[in-house]
């Protein structure tokens, strides 16, 4: 058997490029869909240049979606493309729903039209259930999304389930909880944190400054969550599956976990600034692995202490690398 082909989008972010690497080990071809030149550095992909091919795509021009799945003939599409910062949804609600439910309606109905033996998956969004009646969620908790992103996630799930059962397509919507790792950008207060304690414990920093410290998430890592994304797809039927760690943590929780991480405390060095608190969410945000778990035999393979110190190492070495704290 030839090797498998997987195309997938979002290449030059966090997941894209944790995804890329577990199917390169596997021996699938790889090509990434991105948004910009070729030749332009990519991303957390850089260090995957020459072994991943590349196509053009943008998630707002719908023709470009569908002539690259029509070109790249994919065994399988792994679709983790959108503007993934929640608070830039508010700016433009518009470009964030065509970007994340329009480029997903997109991309199923070329699949459905030019590549139909392509399985789809989709990333979805634990946010889509905002101020749900119930926690933990499960797959069938119903939704109350509370932002634009979280609505366009959650017309980008329902889309995967009506295109599925009306044209028998083998799509899957991963619903993903938060997940981390040292390809977060700073902008997400798991790296923000862990950025900050590696640079106070070298004498680089002092302090961190953060918004709501009992804002609570459950966060896992993005190896493991793409890990999942893939044995979504080697299934005999398709179907969507929760991915979270099933344990909500609070933002002081991490902070204290990634300080004692190198022997500080974490009390000695927060700063509070009442500007960076949003209203409190009446429903945890907290995910039901348990599907996943029974039909996929998906663990996790890193703990929460784990992940934060896997953090706080990277930056501790790229610090001491760089001698800057930025
Ligand atoms: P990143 O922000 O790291 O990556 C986003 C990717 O989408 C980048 O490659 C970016 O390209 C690409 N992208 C954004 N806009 C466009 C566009 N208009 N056209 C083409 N490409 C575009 O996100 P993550 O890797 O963390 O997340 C992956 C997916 O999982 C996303 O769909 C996200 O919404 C979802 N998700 C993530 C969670 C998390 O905690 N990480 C939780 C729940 C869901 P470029 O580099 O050019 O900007």
Redesign the pocket.
Known sequence: MGSRRALV????????SFLAELLLEKGYQVTG????APDAHL??AEHLRGEVGLLA????VPDSLTEAVAAAGAHELYH??????VPDSWQQPAKTVA??AG?TATLLEAVRDYSRQTRVFI?????MFGAAPESPQREQTPCQPQNP?ATA?LAAHQLVGQLRAHDSIFACSGI?????SE??PESFVPRKIARAAAAIKLGMADAVTLGDLAASRDWSF?GDVIRGAWLMLQQDRPGDYILASGVSHTVAQLAETAFAHVGLDARDHIRVDPTLVRAPESTRQLGDPGHAHQRLGWMPTLTFEQLIGRMVDFDLRALQGSGTAT
């Open positions: 989008t979002g290449l030059t972010g966090q997941d894209g869909l991105i948004r910009r991303g957390c795509g943008d998630l707002l983790l493309a959108a503007p993934s910062y970007a994340i480029a990333a979805a969004s634990g946010a992103y996630k993903l909880f938060n997940h981390e390809r977060r993005a």
